[in-house]
């Protein structure tokens, strides 16, 4: 089936700016609440929320089998269970009627009222109701890095990173929309002198750039994904910001891995950026040596040319750039991780989510946390306000951002946003 909706050449009647991280053919799936309190599926055209509900109603997907609920509902895990057919012609359809040239809705100034919303006319919800959430270690660069600040730097990688995709599971419950403010997190660290382990609020706070991919039903119990079948069983991609209480992670995550230092909050980007929509950024990954097993063996280009920023903004002031990476150093793909992920005969499910882990670059201004940024503390990040930062302090805002540029056009994924507030008593 074509992907008509990614023509280059294709004008929206919507006035939206010529940088805009969603134009027409970016065509994302988001939930949101309406001006009437109805929450709503929707999709998103430069700065317009788009009610999908609204345009089934009125008779705008005429032709495409779909059940008269199907976007009046409060996540998006049942038109992801409907699959890649329904999606691509979901994705065309809404391209068409939004086409500078497409009468239809244009001059119909009744039906726009029903399903255009500006975007303070709306509030975000999250997107998926997400049953599972698994989160990968696939950087090589991060890998490396904090391989050397906590062991030989000469062996930093273990011997098993270079030879499968490392992953763990994490807590669905408390991953949230951008813009929702999350308390500091309390827990145990490391003994002193005395033996006794401290408790308090942590002081190591961080956050760790990644993306995450949404699946759709994809194997009954038992069965693996093969790695050539994988990608046609991911919908898209947000953004994703794992934060980190690093002291409390370090005494607690030996021998059996992240626990409290990683569950109190995940952040995710809200729209959630189709495959489809970013099948003209494929690139090469990074070489793998030594050659995978034969079901991690991939032909063509599996990675994103994804461009990755995050900044901090302290409270009343102004956002500082900390860093700049890419979506395209992942060593391990998203093909490799659901393929991994199912070998063993676990089933995976329509809105599951599973992180990329970490994204840094080869570069120190494109590391993906305060813990390599700061080298564990040991070199502060100065802000434009003169203050310096080993890690995050309350008040701040941790802004990312995310999207890709290529012959003129722009695909984005808007913002994943989220301020620390003190620790709760």
Known sequence: MPLTAND???????????????????????????RDDIITIGTRIGDYAIDLGALHQ??????????????????LNDFIADGRKTWRLVRNRVSDIFLKDNPKLRDNEAHKKQILFTLDEIEMQLPVDVGDYTDFYASKEHATNVGSLFRDPKNALLPNWLHIPIGYHG????????GTPIHRPVGQTKPGE??????G???????????????????VLGHRVP??????????????NDWSARDIQAWEYVPLGPFLGKNFA?????WIVTLDALEPFRTEGP??????????????????????QVGIKPENGEETTLANSNFKYMYWSMAQQLAHHTVNGCNVRSGDMMGSGTISGPTKDSYGSMLELTWRGQNPVTLKDGTTRKFIQDGDTVIMRAHCERDGLRIGFGECSGKVLPALQ
């Open 8 to 34: 280059p050449t294709r004008k929206t009647w919507l006035d939206t700016k010529p940088n805009t991280d969603f134009p027409i053919q970016n065509i994302p799936f988001g939930v949101f609440l309406t």
């Open 58 to 75: 009125l008779g705008y997907f005429e032709g495409i089998e779909l059940t008269d609920d199907i976007f009046l509902q409060d996540s």
């Open 171 to 178: 807590r669905s419950s408390s991953i949230i929309p951008s």
């Open 194 to 199: 005395d033996g006794i382990p401290g408790f």
């Open 201 to 219: 609020p942590t002081k190591l706070l961080d956050f760790e750039l990644e993306m995450a991919f949404i699946t759709t039903d994809a194997n």
């Open 227 to 240: 790695i050539e079948e994988a990608e046609d069983y991911i919908f898209g991609l947000v953004l994703f």
């Open 266 to 270: 995940s952040t995710i980007s809200p």
């Open 287 to 308: 070489k793998q040596e030594p050659q995978p097993l034969p079901y991690l063996r991939q032909t063509g280009k599996k990675n994103f040319d994804i461009q990755l």
